[in-house]
C-alpha cells in the first residue's frame, strides 16, 4: 500500500491550489500560504468563527461549514466569512420580562418563521433550531435556553432563512431571559459568591494576578477539573 497523500485541487478567493485532501479548510488554507488573522479562533469547533461558505465545481448547490472541521474536496471554491452581520436588538434585560409580548419587540421577525427547517439542516452543531424558534415564538424559553446552548454563533442559520431569522442573537436572548427571571437561583453559586466577595479567595487571586504566562499555563494544565 502507498504512504502517498493524494492532492486535491481547491479555489481560495478565486486563485488554484493544490493540496493534501486529509487536511480541513482551514489548515489547507495555511498550506498554502494564508495567514489566518480573521475567521479563526479554537480550531476546534468551539468558537464560531470560522464559518466558510463553498461550491463544488459543476454543483450548483452553495455549502456551508466551518473551515476548522470541514475537510477539503476536490474542485471546492472557497470564500470566509469573516463576521456574519446579523442584527442585534439592544435592551435592559432588567426592563424585559420573558414574555412574547416583549420578545416580539426585540426580535419581531422571529414570528415570521415559515417552518423551511434550513437553519437546523445548516447547522454545525446539529442544534435543532427551527425548534428553538418555535419555543421562543411560544414563550418557552426554558427549552428554547436548553436547545440552543451549544450554539456558536457562526451565523450560518442567518445565511440560509428566508425571511432573515438572526437565529443565534434571538438564542441569546432567550438564555438571558431563562437566566435572570426563570431558573432557579444556584445555592453553591451564591456561597461562592459569598465568600469571593469575604475575601476568602484573595491569596489565590493574589497569585493568579502575579503569575506569568509560564506559571499560568502550568496552573491551567495542572488544573483540577470537576468530574
Ligand atoms: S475556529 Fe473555532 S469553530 Fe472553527
Same mark, same amino acid.
Given at each position: 500500500m502507498s504512504d502517498t497523500i493524494a492532492m486535491v485541487d481547491i479555489f481560495i478567493m478565486g486563485k488554484r491550489y493544490t493540496v493534501p485532501e486529509t487536511l480541513t479548510i482551514m489548515n489547507a488554507m495555511e498550506y498554502a500560504g494564508y495567514q489566518l488573522?480573521?475567521?479563526?479562533?479554537?480550531?476546534?469547533?468551539?468558537?464560531?468563527a470560522c464559518?466558510?461558505?463553498?461550491?463544488?465545481?459543476?454543483?450548483?448547490?452553495?455549502?456551508?461549514?466551518?473551515?476548522?472541521?470541514?475537510?477539503?474536496?476536490?474542485?471546492?471554491?472557497?470564500?470566509q466569512i469573516p463576521f456574519f452581520p446579523g442584527r442585534k436588538a439592544y435592551y435592559d434585560l432588567e426592563e424585559?420580562?420573558?414574555?412574547?409580548?416583549?420578545?416580539?419587540?426585540?426580535?419581531?421577525?422571529?414570528y415570521r418563521c415559515l417552518g423551511c427547517s434550513s437553519c437546523t439542516k445548516v447547522c454545525p452543531q446539529d442544534i435543532d433550531v427551527m425548534q428553538y424558534i418555535a419555543?421562543?415564538?411560544?414563550?418557552?424559553?426554558?427549552?428554547?435556553?436548553?436547545? #440552543?446552548?451549544?450554539?456558536?454563533?457562526?451565523?450560518?442559520?442567518?445565511?440560509?432563512?428566508?425571511?432573515?431569522?438572526?437565529?443565534?442573537?434571538?438564542?441569546?436572548?432567550?438564555?438571558?431571559?431563562? #437566566?435572570?427571571?426563570?431558573?432557579?437561583?444556584?445555592?453553591?453559586?451564591?456561597?461562592?459568591?459569598?465568600?469571593?466577595?469575604?475575601?476568602?479567595?484573595?491569596a489565590e487571586i493574589g497569585v493568579l494576578v502575579s503569575a506569568n504566562q509560564e506559571k499560568l499555563q502550568k496552573l491551567y494544565d495542572n488544573r483540577e477539573i470537576e468530574k
Amino acid at each position: 500500500m502507498s504512504d502517498t497523500i493524494a492532492m486535491v485541487d481547491i479555489f481560495i478567493m478565486g486563485k488554484r491550489y493544490t493540496v493534501p485532501e486529509t487536511l480541513t479548510i482551514m489548515n489547507a488554507m495555511e498550506y498554502a500560504g494564508y495567514q489566518l488573522k480573521r475567521g479563526c479562533g479554537c480550531r476546534a469547533g468551539f468558537c464560531g468563527a470560522c464559518a466558510t461558505v463553498y461550491r463544488i465545481a459543476g454543483d450548483y448547490e452553495l455549502k456551508v461549514g466551518l473551515a476548522c472541521q470541514t475537510k477539503v474536496e476536490d474542485g471546492m471554491y472557497l470564500a470566509q466569512i469573516p463576521f456574519f452581520p446579523g442584527r442585534k436588538a439592544y435592551y435592559d434585560l432588567e426592563e424585559i420580562k420573558p414574555s412574547v409580548a416583549h420578545f416580539a419587540q426585540l426580535y419581531p421577525e422571529v414570528y415570521r418563521c415559515l417552518g423551511c427547517s434550513s437553519c437546523t439542516k445548516v447547522c454545525p452543531q446539529d442544534i435543532d433550531v427551527m425548534q428553538y424558534i418555535a419555543y421562543i415564538q411560544r414563550g418557552d424559553f426554558a427549552k428554547a435556553a436548553d436547545i #440552543s446552548f451549544d450554539c456558536l454563533m457562526c451565523g450560518l442559520c442567518v445565511s440560509r432563512c428566508p425571511v432573515n431569522i438572526v437565529h443565534y442573537n434571538a438564542a441569546l436572548t432567550a438564555r438571558r431571559l431563562y #437566566s435572570r427571571y426563570i431558573a432557579r437561583p444556584d445555592a453553591f453559586l451564591a456561597e461562592r459568591t459569598r465568600a469571593i466577595e469575604e475575601g476568602k479567595f484573595d491569596a489565590e487571586i493574589g497569585v493568579l494576578v502575579s503569575a506569568n504566562q509560564e506559571k499560568l499555563q502550568k496552573l491551567y494544565d495542572n488544573r483540577e477539573i470537576e468530574k
